[in-house]
Each structure stands twice: as C-alpha cells, then as structure tokens.
C-alpha cells in the first residue's frame, strides 16, 4: 500500500472501503479485549472457512443442477502465486533493519547523556509514560490509536484554520516556557553553531 492510498483511507476519500478497514480493525481490537488472541484467530479462521466451504457446495450443487462444468469456484485464487519473492523479502527487511539500528543509534544517545536536555525530555517522556501505562493498557491505546487514524485527518480538515490558530498559540507558549527554563538554569543552554 502506497501513501496515498493511505491518506485516501484515512480521509475517507472511500467511504466504504474506509468503513470496512475500520470496523474490521475495530472489531478486531474490541475482540481482542474479551478473548485471547488465539482465540480470536480461531474464530476469525472458522467463519472465513464456514463461508468458502459453503460458497464451495454451494456453487457444485449449483453445477450438478444445471449440469455444466465450471470447476473449482476459488480456481482463479488458487492459481496465483502467492509467495514472498526473494527480493521484497530483502527489500522489507532491510528497510527493518535499518529503522531498528536508527533506533538503538538514537536510544543509545538517549540513555548514555549524549545531550542532556534531549536525555531529559526523554525522562520526561518516560515520567508521563508510566501514568498513561497505569491508566490505559496497550489494547486500549491500540484502540484509541485506530480511532483517532480515522477521525482527526477528517476533523483536521474541516476545522483546519481553528486548530492551526490553537496549535499557535500553545507552541508559542511552550517555547516561551523552553527559554525561560534554559534561561534561569545553568548548562541547560545550547550552543548555537555558527
């Protein structure tokens, strides 16, 4: 899937394939909170093979009846190849690779005091983590995460000028905060290259 055919998702340029993806993965996610995920991969598994062997007898009841010879109803699926060529393999995991090593690169940064003020809005990061960790587990986040994909692009672009004037307004204020902070404690300023 290519990026505009995500923000096409996302902004509900489709209604219906956006309504599908998103009931889909919501129903997925809300599953997920009652039962197991093995559980869920069970059931998900059963009635998809509920409807094609049924769509199967179906369709040769069908054939018998009218006596013609169509064959296999899934034949055009089952001709396809559906492995994973050698080259996407690598393609994808080098793209992996390469996220993963930009990210121990940055951690390592992070943890080792590299700059003490980045080090310190990650400890900041990490402090606010563990009250929304206490609140929220992953699933509902996860859940949170999906609807929030699918509702902000869409409430971004209607309320656009309102929302850019408020972000104004409050990035302003922190980076008021930011310099008066740096300002008044010492070692916490920049250097500023030249």
Excluded at 39 to 48: G, N
Excluded at 98 to 106: K, S
Excluded at 168 to 192: C, F, H, S
């Amino acid at each position: 899937m290519d990026a505009e055919r995500v923000v096409e998702l996302l902004y509900w340029r489709d209604v219906k394939t956006s309504g599908v993806v998103f009931g889909a993965g919501l129903s997925l996610l809300l599953s997920l909170t009652l039962c197991s995920i093995v559980s869920v991969s069970s059931y998900i598994a059963l009635a998809l093979l509920s409807v094609t062997i049924c769509f199967r007898i179906y369709k040769g009841i069908l054939q018998a009846i009218q006596k013609s010879d169509e064959g296999h109803p899934f034949k055009l699926y089952l001709d396809q190849d559906v492995g994973l060529s050698e080259e996407t393999a690598h393609k994808y995991s080098d793209c992996a690779l390469a996220r993963f090593n930009t990210t121990v690169i940055e951690l390592r940064r992070l943890f080792l005091v590299e700059d003490l003020v980045d080090s310190l809005k990650f400890a900041v990061l990490m402090w606010i983590l563990t009250y929304v960790g206490a609140l929220f587990n992953g699933l509902t986040l996860l859940i949170l995460g999906l609807v929030g994909m699918f509702s902000f692009p869409i409430i971004y672009e209607k309320y656009k000028v309102q929302i850019d004037h408020y972000v104004g307004m409050a990035n302003k204020q922190v980076k008021d905060i930011i310099a008066t902070v740096q300002a008044k404690v010492p070692g916490l300023k920049r250097v500023k290259a030249d």
